[in-house]
């Protein structure tokens, strides 16, 4: 568990470390890659075990998901958050977007409107768009540097009765936080009110930093109208090996998504993903734990940087997830101008935070699951870029 150690990914095709991809969006192959949500760290060394003996099996035809397996997944929910997950509840599938994709499908019509809090996962607004539905925003806001539900709106939105669903993103990506109970308790009980179905996407729930504590929105709500996106995918870095779980309480609303994943011959089994999710669940408790103290490390490392460096790049705190929401406001340059400045000047490739939204214009998301030395040139980068900047009389 050496999260210092440097690991060269160009090895093998990896979309983060890609020098097309790295050109494509930024224009720069040689931009430090901080984009994509993955991280630049070895998966646990139980996974990896596990893969090893797989591997070294040599037969690779057909599997299934024995019961030990999710009952690693029901033990690690249990253990962790105390929440009691029903086997039967839980409905595996190829990923969370194609999940997704099939709930909005069977929640909503042609035309209905989908309710997203921006700035949020961009590709949140692809997988409504693709399935011919319309986005509809209830924007964060943000307030003494700290993002809220602005649950007025959501009132208005959720009672508009073409709105027919709302994706929670929780813990939020990228704005990082880790929404508690009464926040889910008000956010339930309006969608509860106008019969608004919730999808909500916990993929980044392992990662709330402590003493922050992730809240399972089905911990909460009744689940009579909503479902729950799970994933192994981020927690111990396997989003290579696909395999995520939708939770869907109801039975009627569970047998349609079934159908939905038979239809559509989603139901294949992944011989290697179900070796190291069960491994991961059974066996990476402790890793996860390292791996939150190193993040938090990291927090600590740029918040203190960039107070340092006075260079007018602020940190919105992150309660959760490995991933930093940086306010690049105060160097006013508009969205693309900031686009070019980061990518070009500072050399980094970061998510640009309009992508989010246009609520995100200004901001910039970085994934800080990396080596402290990749953060550290990152940041270096970033401020010899605004110190040339003023020194040739810009801001
Ligand atoms: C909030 C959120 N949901 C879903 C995904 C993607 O999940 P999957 O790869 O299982 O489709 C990501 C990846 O960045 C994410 O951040």
Same mark, same amino acid.
Request: charged content about 55%.
């Given at each position: 568990m050496n999260f210092d150690e440097y690991i060269? +990914? +160009?090895?093998?095709?990896?979309l983060k470390w890609r020098a097309a991809f790295l050109n494509e969006h930024f224009g720069n192959p040689d931009a430090i890659p901080m984009s994509v949500a993955d991280m630049d760290f070895k998966a646990p060394p139980a996974v990896i075990a596990r893969l090893g003996q797989r591997a070294a099996h040599g037969v690779y035809g057909y599997g299934y998901r024995p019961e030990g397996y999710f009952g690693a997944l029901l033990a690690w929910y249990r253990d962790r958050y105390g929440w009691e997950i029903a086997r039967e509840h839980l409905v595996p599938s190829p990923s969370i977007l194609n999940a997704m994709a099939i709930l909005i499908n069977q929640h909503s019509e042609r035309g209905n409107g989908v309710i997203l809090q921006p700035p949020v996962f961009f590709e949140f607004r692809m997988v409504i768009r693709r399935n011919h539905r319309r986005v509809v925003k209830n924007p964060l806001r943000l307030v003494d540097g700290h993002y809220e539900i602005d649950f007025e709106d959501l009132e208005r939105k959720a009672a508009d009765p073409n709105n027919k669903i709302l994706i929670l993103c929780s813990p939020h990506n990228p704005v990082g936080r880790v929404w508690q109970r009464e926040e889910l308790e008000q956010v339930a009980a309006i969608c509860r009110r106008h019969g608004v179905f919730v999808i909500a996407d916990e993929i980044h729930g392992d990662f709330a930093l402590p003493p922050r504590q992730f809240v399972p929105y089905l911990s909460v709500a009744d689940g009579e109208n909503a479902a729950a996106c799970i994933s192994p995918a981020k927690t111990f870095n396997i989003s290579g090996l696909v395999e995520a779980f939708t939770i869907i309480p109801n039975a009627a609303h569970r047998q349609a998504f079934r159908a939905f994943m038979e239809q559509y011959f989603l139901d294949r089994v992944h011989v290697f993903g179900v070796e190291a999710v069960e491994a991961a669940y059974r066996d990476g408790g402790a890793w996860l734990d390292a791996l939150l103290a190193y993040l938090r490390g990291q927090v600590d490392f740029i918040r203190a940087y960039l107070q340092r460096a006075d260079i007018g790049v602020s940190l919105i705190e992150p309660e959760g997830t490995f991933l930093a929401w940086l306010d690049f406001r105060g160097l006013g340059l508009e969205a693309k101008a900031l686009e070019q400045f980061l990518a070009h000047e500072a050399q980094i490739a970061l998510a640009q935070g309009y992508w989010f939204g246009r609520e995100g214009a200004g901001f910039g998301r970085m994934t800080i699951a990396c080596p402290r030395q990749t953060l550290e040139r990152a940041l270096n980068n970033l401020r010899a870029a605004v110190l040339a900047r003023r020194a040739r009389g810009g801001t």
């Open positions: 060269d +990914r +160009r090895e093998y095709p990896t």
